[in-house]
């Protein structure tokens, strides 16, 4: 459970982090991170129901 809960957790290597704090670190809302996931700006993985975005996408989108 704690999975799901806001932590990023791995899947195949890659960090995965929840939708909220996703939008938290590019400090958008969860609508624009939406919005962006519907243009193919960002590309979430679903997972048991839950929404998540790879780290390493959010980085780019950082400029890191």
Do not use: C
């Not at 995965?16 to 938290?24: C, D, G, I, N, R």
């Not at 400090?27 to 993985?45: I, N």
């Amino acid at each position: 459970k704690e999975f799901y809960n806001h932590i990023a957790k791995e899947k195949k290597g890659e960090t995965l982090v929840s939708q909220t704090k996703a939008a938290e670190q590019l400090g958008v809302t969860s609508s624009t991170m939406y919005r962006w996931a519907s243009k193919g700006l960002l590309h979430p993985q679903k997972i048991g129901g839950k929404v998540l975005f790879r780290q390493s996408e959010l980085d780019k989108l950082k400029g890191i």
